[in-house]
């Protein structure tokens, strides 16, 4: 019989085929206990990682410490880049919950959304990777988290957002601890901060958006511009009281929050293929494509219209181009695919196991007549599953199995989401006993858009890599990115002067072609770097791109890579276009402020 692949607006995705489907990433080594061993699958090419220069390094909370604090001069400086990266790769909403708890690396890659409790449990962790202590901290209805380095303690609220520097210190600067603020609340509070009636942001008196000597203070940091913060800092009769601790109770160094923990649980990021598999991930979310355990509302977050993010000269600008595409920050898709070549014999190293298999000619068929024969295919993966469906021609029977291949139940490939829901993995097992002439498989993932490699304006140099090129034997790594580029039309100093907020689209637009950049590498390229230019036009000002998709896949030898959106375009940089960068968005805040004059 034939089975019919489903879903068919789910193929639309980035313009993948409305043929392929299907999903194997095996995820390496260390698993969780949903995220069953992979098996020894002899095609697998593992640990393949794609990443810009300038993007955060998600594969590992070390990685992510590293690469976010890489330019960091001070130990001040590297807790404001992981506080930024905090507010890049996180909203507010519901903490996620898992039996066991969930891992704070899964909750970055996966989810990339909690409350206080959990967002300083994450943050925590990554201070944890720099060596250093921390403490958590109690006040009525909130729950912070305080950074041990450089001989003291130092407060990071990554969920009201929002740090306060000491009068003094070493180099006359350095973050205050909680109790600095609550012995000096007139000082560190009270008289530091003002508050932007116009952009409803709080800055430092001494840093503020405004023009100094006939330029734009553009940096001045942004805080508090979450409505969580404005609601948590008003009194009976709606006037600012300020959300400062007035009672501490100090908990210390815990290692878990809200369900949220330090410890990996087993959990890796690892990116594994076969050849004919493929995992594409994308910065926009597909209706009802959403996991959050026991809840009936799709994540989201809470405060809408980019509250969060239109005032901020740093994470802002990363996410503004994704403001007009969906209403809120909320979750992201990606998918996974596997469509083998039966022509060649590199398509029976892609499954987990077979059983009384060999192939002829473009199909595969029982390799002694009359008995069944059996092919395995392993489904995991660093990000979990949604939907899935797929099809399988010439097949009698599909099952899956989500206990490490221990039992089976009988599924319809058209259409097995709640058979793997919430799942990072599962085995789908096909059973034949004419000839199998074709399987296609799909599933569809949840990724957190935060925490994806981005390009950035300006020239971007990629870097990809496998933990052993060899392993990729005479198939071939397709690498593809997909995205949009835009640019503004006014400077800074215009969206300064006309009250405008920094990072809401004010006189920025971006192109509806879709640019692509695809390379095609062997064993002997890995590791391999490339280009990637975002080009602004002269006389505009650059803006970040806006990315549509990632996409690895390893082919066979005479196999040919998914198809690319509908109409992209190849890039290139024109004689009226130039290289314009913006500082890194991850270091807002590092460098003393402009002096203001009168």
Request: hydrophobic share 40%.
């Amino acid at each position: 019989m034939s089975m019919r692949i489903g879903e068919p607006g789910v193929r639309a995705l980035v313009g993948a085929s409305v043929a392929v489907a299907a999903v194997a990433l095996a995820v390496a080594r260390g698993r969780a206990a949903d995220q069953p061993g992979a098996g020894e699958m002899s095609g697998l090419v593992e640990q393949i990682k794609v990443l810009p220069d300038r993007a955060p390094d998600c594969s590992s909370l070390k990685s992510i410490a590293e690469t976010v604090t890489r330019g960091c001069k001070t130990n001040d400086a590297k807790a404001i880049a992981i506080y930024n990266f905090m507010l890049l790769s996180h909203y507010h909403f519901f903490a996620p919950t898992e039996d066991g708890g969930v891992p704070a690396l899964k909750e970055i890659n996966v989810y990339g959304w909690a409350l206080c409790g959990g967002t300083h449990a994450i943050e925590s962790a990554l201070w944890r990777q720099l060596g250093w202590g921390w403490r958590f901290v109690l006040w009525p209805g909130h729950t912070t988290v305080e950074a041990r380095y450089d001989g003291r303690l130092h407060y990071f609220d990554a969920f009201l957002k929002w740090y306060v520097w000491m009068p003094d210190g070493k180099g006359g600067r350095t973050v205050a601890g909680e109790e600095d603020i609550l012995k000096n609340r007139k000082q560190l509070w009270d008289d530091a901060f003002v508050f932007d009636p116009v952009r409803k942001v709080g800055y430092m008196k001494s840093d503020q958006f405004v023009m100094v000597d006939g330029k734009a203070n553009w940096r001045a940091r942004d805080f508090m511009g979450c409505d969580a913060f404005w609601m948590m800092a008003k009194d009976a009769s709606g006037k600012y009281k300020g959300a400062v601790p007035r009672e501490l109770n100090k908990v210390g160094p815990a290692t878990e929050w809200e369900n949220l923990k330090h410890a990996d649980g087993g959990y890796s990021a690892d990116v594994n293929l076969g050849p004919g598999f493929a995992l594409t991930n994308t910065w926009d979310a597909l209706p009802d494509a959403w996991y959050f355990r026991g809840s009936k509302t799709p994540p989201a977050h809470f405060c809408a219209n980019y509250v969060d993010t239109r005032n901020s000269p740093g994470l802002g600008l990363v996410l503004e181009p994704y403001i007009d595409s969906k209403p809120k920050r909320s979750y992201g898709n990606g998918r996974l695919t596997f469509t083998p070549d039966f022509s060649t014999d590199a398509c029976l190293k892609s499954f987990l196991a077979t059983e009384n298999v060999k192939r002829a000619g473009k199909t595969l068929v029982p390799a002694e007549a009359g008995k069944p024969a059996v092919v395995v295919v392993q489904l995991a993966s660093p990000y979990v599953m949604t939907k899935a469906s797929g099809a399988a021609a010439g097949a009698d029977k599909a099952e899956v199995s989500v206990d490490g291949g221990k039992t089976f139940k009988t599924i319809d490939l058209g259409g097995f989401d709640d058979a793997v829901k919430g799942r990072l993995a599962a085995e789908v097992k096909v059973t034949f006993r004419q000839a199998l002439q074709g399987l296609k498989l799909e599933t569809i993932v949840q990724n957190n858009p935060g925490a994806l490699p981005y390009l950035s304006p300006g020239k971007n140099v990629v870097t990809v890599s496998a933990a052993d090129p060899k392993a990729l034997g005479d198939n071939r790594l397709v690498v593809t990115y997909a995205y949009r580029l835009g640019s503004r039309s006014l400077s800074f100093d215009d969206i300064c002067r006309q009250g405008k907020c920094i990072a809401n689209q004010a006189g920025a637009k971006w192109s509806h072609a879709v640019i692509c950049v695809q390379k095609t590498l062997t064993a002997k390229d890995l590791p391999a770097t490339f280009e990637i230019d975002c080009p602004t036009p002269k006389g505009q000002y650059p803006v970040y791109p806006r990315m549509m998709c990632l996409r690895r896949e390893v082919l066979a030898p005479g196999s040919s890579p998914l198809p690319l959106p509908e109409g992209a375009v190849e890039a290139k940089v024109g004689p009226d276009d130039e290289l314009m960068t913006v500082p890194d968005p991850l270091l807002l805040g590092t460098e003393p402020p402009v002096p203001a004059k009168p």
